[in-house]
């Protein structure tokens, strides 16, 4: 078994055969490998040229290469996929390679890469190399640098990767259209000394955005603002995978943002520095401590921690709405307002109504009908209950006593006992309503004027 398929067999992720586009006539193209799967796949450690520490692709997975006189060569394929969002919703979206996004490049610093990009979309496509320092020519903006790559035409790139960081590619023609339909990957240049910048972990994922009507498939890709479904790496909650961790571990996660709105990445438990940017690394002298850090259009942002406190620890965009699935928009909020008569009646005249929830937060809870091919809003079982969570959401669970390189998910955090917040079981004293009132004796409730004055 040679190491490729040792590659293959791996844990994690299933690949499909690794089958050439057309093996008639294709000699000169390297293999175009296809994804079958939307899990995370085992990290693909490097089985020529030269080393590197590989990086875990969450819900996705990196594209192996072929090495030609000292070149690497990769082969992407545009062209239409269907990508499961989580279980119970597929998406007609457009990527590469059999998922979207695309697979990770990972190559190391100095390297010459030539990337053949074949075209199978209905219409014209190019592929802009997003944080390149690289010839004009490669920079892959259709109509600026080169012609727009024709249905069915396979075009080169090639370019010396000349700075180690963290990168992404994506279209550079019909942009709004093929970018809200998901076409766009993940690129990392790893340091030409592995022992430079290393960590134990280190995970990359792309912040994408799709406007999908519930109970179709296919977005609607003339949105500018009004997306209903924020994900990792075309995943939402509950579908994207955990971030694991061994305690002690030191931890990278890189993040690019190719949606239309920034979003605000938070972690629990834990306090990083961001290490990366677009442009390259921050100098350690510069870095300081956040729990969230902002990543704005365009932008990425690699986040470094020691995982040093043990738990299932939130991850996700403090945007609300971002960890929430599609809703029905103009809602009113009746929370405090006893409404179960009214969805009743409303459920007559439209069918699969739903209200906020009149207790403050119950949507887990709610059984509606939903239409087909349509996630909860919120979702997510967990130890203790709903999570009612969904979009940009999963978790980092750190562990002692996990294997080095063992990404599987390790089940819920066992709480040392006495550590978990727990119902209080006492006397509760009667507080008063009104501030200005005495805590002593009949308290008297009494309506605010709306003048503001009381007395
Ligand atoms: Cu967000």
């Known amino acids: 078994m040679n190491k490729r398929r040792h590659f293959l067999a791996n844990a994690g992720a299933t690949m499909l055969g690794a089958s050439l586009v057309s093996r008639a006539g294709a000699a000169a193209l390297p293999e175009a490998p296809v994804q079958s799967s939307s899990s995370t796949a085992a990290p693909l450690a490097p089985p020529n040229g030269r080393p590197y520490n590989p990086v875990v692709t969450l819900n996705g997975w990196s594209l192996p290469w072929r090495m030609k006189d000292g070149v690497k060569e990769f082969h992407l394929v545009a062209e239409p996929v269907v990508r499961e969002l989580a279980p119970g919703m597929q998406a007609n979206l457009w990527g590469y390679n059999g998922q979207s996004p695309g697979p990770t490049i990972e190559v190391v610093e100095g390297d010459r890469v ?74 990392v240049t790893h340091p030409k000394d592995p022992r430079q910048h290393a960590v ?58 190719l949606t239309m709105t920034n979003h605000p990445i938070h972690l629990h438990g834990h306090r990083f520095e961001v290490a990366g940017t677009d442009g390259g690394w921050v100098p350690p002298g510069a870095r300081w401590p956040e729990v969230t850090t902002d990543v704005a259009v365009g932008q990425m942002r690699a986040i470094e921690f020691v995982a040093d406190n043990p738990g299932d620890w939130a991850f996700h965009c403090h945007k609300s709405h971002h960890t929430m699935n599609a809703m029905g928009h103009e809602v009113p909020n009746l929370a405090g307002v006893d409404h179960r008569g009214v969805a009743r009646k409303i459920n007559n005249l439209v069918p699969g109504y739903m209200v906020m929830g009149d207790r403050g937060g119950s949507m887990g809870d709610m059984k509606m009908r939903l239409p087909e091919n349509t996630l909860p809003m919120m979702d997510g079982k967990g130890p203790f209950g709903n999570i009612e969570m969904g979009g940009m959401f999963t978790m980092l669970k750190v562990r002692e006593g996990l294997a080095r390189g063992d990404y599987r998910d390790p089940g819920w955090y066992r709480h040392p006992a006495g550590t978990v917040a727990r119902e209080w079981t006492g006397e509760v004293p009667q507080a008063p309503m009104a501030p200005d009132k005495p805590a002593t004796g009949t308290v008297e409730y009494k309506a605010k004027k709306p003048s503001g004055h009381s007395h």
């Open 114 to 187: 030539r990337i053949f990009v074949t075209n199978k979309l209905p219409e014209i496509t190019s592929v802009h190399w997003h944080g390149q320092i690289l010839p004009c020519g490669m920079d892959g903006v259709s109509g600026l640098t080169q012609p727009a790559i024709q249905p069915g035409k396979t075009f080169v790139y090639e370019f010396v990767a000349r700075h180690a960081g963290t990168f992404m590619y994506h279209p550079h023609a019909d942009e709004m259209m093929q970018m809200a339909m998901g076409m766009m990957g993940f690129w």
């Open 200 to 257: 134990d972990r280190d995970y990359v994922f792309l912040l994408s955005s799709y406007d999908i009507e519930p109970g179709s498939y296919t977005p609607r890709t003339n949105t500018m603002l009004d997306f209903n479904l924020w994900t990792f790496n075309s995943r939402v909650f509950p579908g994207i995978d955990p971030m694991v961790a061994r305690l002690g571990e030191k931890v990278r996660i890189r993040v690019g943002n």
